[in-house]
Nanobody, 126 residues
Framework: QVQLVESGGGSVQSGGSLRLSCAAS????????MAWFRQAPGKEREGVARIMYDRMTNYADSVKGRFTISQDNTKNTLYLQMNSLKPEDTAMYYC????????????????????WGQGTQVTVSS
């Protein structure tokens, strides 16, 4: 059973930084694909960044140059380094993992994501 647990959210001022972490257990796909999504109040959930087994990454235009997705396979942990944060980055951030065999779930940047964490809140004040 795949379990994803996010941490690292919080409140920062505009221009500040945060690093989100996602501890994954039970996720052992050979061709894995993981991503960060976010959902602001009253808005649809959107993909933020994606990383694949070959370390290829993809970013939403709104975060390019400010956010960096990375992984530590030894710790089974996914990260999202967020710099130069803006008030419009305020949202609940979710970690997601793809199942490349099933191709079911939310589609983003070439992968389908059926596995989700519970989310961690990021609030950026001006």
């Amino acid at each position: 059973q795949v379990q994803l647990v996010e941490s690292g959210g919080g409140s920062v001022q505009s221009g500040g930084s945060l690093r989100l972490s996602c501890a994954a257990s039970g996720y052992t796909r050979r061709n894995y694909c993981m991503a960060w999504f976010r959902q602001a109040p009253g808005k649809e959930r959107e993909g933020v960044a994606r990383i694949m087994y070959d370390r290829m990454t993809n970013y939403a235009d709104s975060v390019k140059g400010r956010f960096t997705i990375s992984q530590d396979n030894t710790k089974n942990t996914l990260y999202l380094q967020m710099n130069s944060l803006k008030p419009e980055d305020t949202a609940m951030y979710y970690c997601a993992a793809a199942d490349t065999d099933l191709n079911s779930g939310t589609y983003y940047a070439g992968c389908f994501f059926p596995y989700w964490g519970q989310g961690t809140q990021v609030t950026v004040s001006s």
